[in-house]
């Protein structure tokens, strides 16, 4: 597909257009308070284990807050959701800017956990209202171009923010990241969301919360065509989440760069995930195929980031990370894609927020268990990232031969 063919998504169709701007400039505000979130805890808490609880924190604030954040997507409007999320983030992340000693470190944690409950109603909301702005073709358009800004903003964030970081503190950096939710909330403003019947009906779940809920879990159990790309990430990052943790100790301890060479190799990571959704739709066409092709994404995942654990050069580095990350974005984007394609309209919100449950909590989990074998120095950081990649290529290779044939079957 030619360049045109996005450009044409994002000129001709304002409201989507508008969307892409805010997540354009809160991704950047993130990504650049992650690695200022991260310095805070290794200044003042210099431990593995602290820096792994406040990943565990963040990831399962996420998922515990995600099944009511769903219901709220679905019963109210969808765009009031996302503004008023990024209005109060705006407001928690000028907080972080109160911790200045050991002794007050507990509150990073505490707003890390209320910057994502509001996280959590503003991403499915995101996702859900994408389907109705764009169709046929352009969906997938669009979720590739959402993809790659994310990429390229992931990668600029995570340069930058490792540099403003290490140059000049992180209280400088919150700043940053507070305009960023700001900005995003005017760009969401201007979004008109089409008032479809389907969308209109929803407003009855507003009358029984519990049940609803209840309800889109069910919608997914009965619907395993559905429940299959739901889940396509949580199993990914069921290993991949304690890789990512991983990098950031193995920069410190093995590169010796710190900030500077987190910065690098997630931007790096970022790059990789942008261009592999481009490539993964340029060779594979064929939609019913994608959930098969999902399992060896993981496979390749785990194989590149298994060889970064032999080396401990930052160009080989570089490159093992870009590769791996190919297969991360092609799972990431075709998941996405699938999930709107099979969903009823009237379940989008919960759906994706289920998606985003199991995502953070198994990320969690793998970051946890990597966390403790370094704090029980069961294994060093070399070792213990060959060990999460070869249970990644385990975790591919049941995926595709299990999940992915069955899938097709079912077509």
């Not at 470190?105 to 956990?113: D, E, G, S």
């Not at 940053?176 to 089409?194: G, H, K, M, Q, W």
């Not at 919960?350 to 029980?376: P, T």
Request: proline letters at 2%; hydrophobic letters at 55%; one cysteine or more.
């Amino acid at each position: 597909m030619s360049i045109s063919a996005y450009s044409d998504v994002i000129r001709n169709i304002p409201s989507f257009r508008r969307l892409w701007l805010s997540q354009i400039v809160s991704n950047f505000g993130d990504w650049v308070g992650l690695l200022a979130i991260y310095a805070i805890i290794q200044q003042f808490g210099q431990s593995p284990f602290l820096l792994g609880l406040i990943i565990i924190v963040k990831l399962m604030s996420f998922a515990f807050f995600s099944p009511i954040a769903g219901y709220i997507t679905d019963a109210y409007n969808r765009k009031m959701v996302m503004f008023w999320s990024d209005i109060a983030r705006a407001v928690i992340v000028a907080g972080f800017m109160l911790v200045n000693s050991k002794d007050v470190i507990f509150l990073t944690y505490v707003l890390i956990a209320l910057q994502m409950f509001f996280s959590a109603m503003f991403e499915p909301a995101k996702s859900s209202t994408v389907p109705v702005l764009l169709k046929g073709e352009d969906l997938v358009t669009g979720n590739i171009i959402t993809s790659f800004s994310w990429s390229a903003i992931f990668t600029i964030g995570m340069a930058v923010g490792g540099m403003l970081t290490e140059w000049f503190g992180f209280h400088w950096v919150f700043v940053i990241n507070v305009i960023t939710y700001l900005v995003s909330a005017y760009f969401v403003y201007r979004i008109e969301i089409p008032e479809s019947a389907a969308r209109q009906k929803e407003h009855v779940l507003e009358k029984k919360p519990i049940q609803d809920i209840i309800n889109g879990f069910k919608y997914l159990k009965n619907h395993p065509k559905v429940a299959r790309p739901a889940l396509a990430k949580a199993t990914y990052t069921s290993f991949m989440g304690g890789l990512l943790y991983l990098i950031i100790l193995y920069s410190e301890d093995v590169l010796l760069m710190g900030s500077l060479g987190v910065g690098l190799i997630y931007s790096v990571r970022g790059l990789g995930t942008g261009v592999g959704p481009i490539l993964g739709r340029k060779w594979f066409t064929n939609h019913e195929k994608w959930l098969s092709l999902i399992g060896f994404s993981m496979m390749m995942g785990g194989f590149f980031y298994f060889w970064m654990g032999l080396f401990h050069s930052i160009i080989v580095v570089l490159l093992l990370a870009f590769i791996a990350h190919l297969a991360t974005g092609f799972n990431w984007v075709m998941s996405t894609v699938l999930v709107q394609q099979r969903t009823e309209h009237e379940f989008m919100g919960r759906v994706f927020s289920f998606e985003w449950l199991m995502f953070n909590m198994s990320q969690s989990l793998s970051v946890f268990f990597a966390s403790m074998i370094l704090e029980h120095k069961w294994l060093d950081i070399n070792q213990t990232m060959m060990l999460f990649s070869c249970l990644l290529i385990i975790n591919g290779i049941w995926w595709l031969f299990l999940v992915g044939k069955r899938d097709e079957k079912e077509s």
